[in-house]
């Protein structure tokens, strides 16, 4: 058939394999992230490593789309339960800690707020956001011991594998920090969502493109390909402002992530291909708040090259 889809990871027209389908597969219908804010810092904004964060966080640590913290978990959950009920009613949930460091805190907290999220109603897994140089022994043993119990996956926080960009972004740490990081939790088996950002200041193509082809080499479980947007009150504004880097273009955006996946073995599941910042607090790029065409865009390039994740591998 002329316009089969050639890429077997796919219940759909999408030529990368998606979390959506990975999910479906896995646990027989549609599964939905649920952010929750467990009231965690981090040691880039408590003074441990630095105090002014990454440079493009805002003062909710990444976690802009999550419920305040002063509220119980198990309400977080259920206001969330919700909304996501309004749209689809038949499905299960994954809790999300996404805001700050979520494993930066002694493990006896760790243990009170992870266990307890495990248990809401209809849930099939559990997401944790943190970063490489926040994974203790004790921590680890947790997270293994965790991964019996439950769909686990440990979010990790690469954005770039160039060291020069991470000191430029005040990350904290080093390429060779998140690959020790990186491989005390794959040691465990636990899953690994790598996360990278296109668009960083001083980041050429060739860049972008190294970083994936590092990814493709550490071939975790999933990935999450971010677009970097500029928000309001972040470092990252006064040097846009200032005219130190231009925001992508969706053009160059677009055939960047498609090259990107190419690169990709066939088998990383992806859980984002953009990102959006909140409307109110965007300062660019602004076709970032139109996901839907991003995606759009990058499906139909990727059937105009005939190609698919993996096409490189």
Not at 6 to 15: A, Q, V, W
Not at 68 to 75: G, V
Not at 167 to 196: E, P, Q
Not at 265 to 280: A, C, W
Request: hydrophobic content about 35%.
């Amino acid at each position: 058939m002329k316009n089969k889809n050639p890429f077997e990871n796919s219940d759909t027209n999408k030529r990368y394999y998606t979390y959506d389908c990975y999910l479906k597969r896995r646990f027989g219908k549609k599964c939905v992230k649920i952010a929750l804010d467990g009231g965690f810092t981090c040691p880039n904004i408590d003074g441990k490593i630095s105090s002014g964060g990454c440079i493009f966080c805002s003062e909710k640590g990444s976690g802009d789309h999550t419920p305040p913290c002063n509220i119980p978990l198990e309400d977080q959950f259920m206001q969330g339960k919700a909304l996501v009920s309004s749209k689809w009613s038949d499905v299960f949930y994954i809790p999300y800690f996404q805001a700050h460091t979520n494993t930066y805190a002694p493990i006896t907290v760790l243990k009170e707020k992870f266990d307890r999220a495990i248990e809401l109603p209809d849930t099939v897994g559990l997401s944790i956001s943190t970063r490489p140089d926040c994974l203790e022994d004790d921590v680890i043993e947790y997270l293994s011991e965790l991964s019996e119990k439950t769909y686990l996956t440990v979010e990790l926080g690469l954005q770039s594998a160039n060291d020069k960009t991470l000191k430029l972004i005040n990350r904290g740490h080093s390429y060779a920090d998140f690959v020790n990081g990186y491989n005390k939790l794959k040691k465990k088996n636990i899953n690994v969502c790598i996360h990278i950002i296109n668009g960083l200041p001083g980041e050429e193509y060739h860049d972008m493109m190294h970083t994936a082809s590092c990814v493709a080499d550490l071939h975790p479980h999933a990935l999450k390909i971010h677009l970097l947007y500029i928000l309001k009150n972040t470092p990252l504004a006064t040097m846009f402002m200032r005219g130190d880097f231009k925001a992508l273009e969706r053009e160059e955006y677009v055939k960047t992530v498609c090259d990107q996946l190419e690169l990709l073995p066939k088998d990383i599941v992806i859980e984002r291909l953009t990102g959006d910042g909140v409307k109110d607090d965007l300062i660019a790029p602004l076709w970032s708040t139109k996901k839907t065409i991003v995606t759009n865009e990058i499906d139909k390039e990727l059937v105009k090259r005939g190609s698919f994740q993996g096409f490189l591998c």
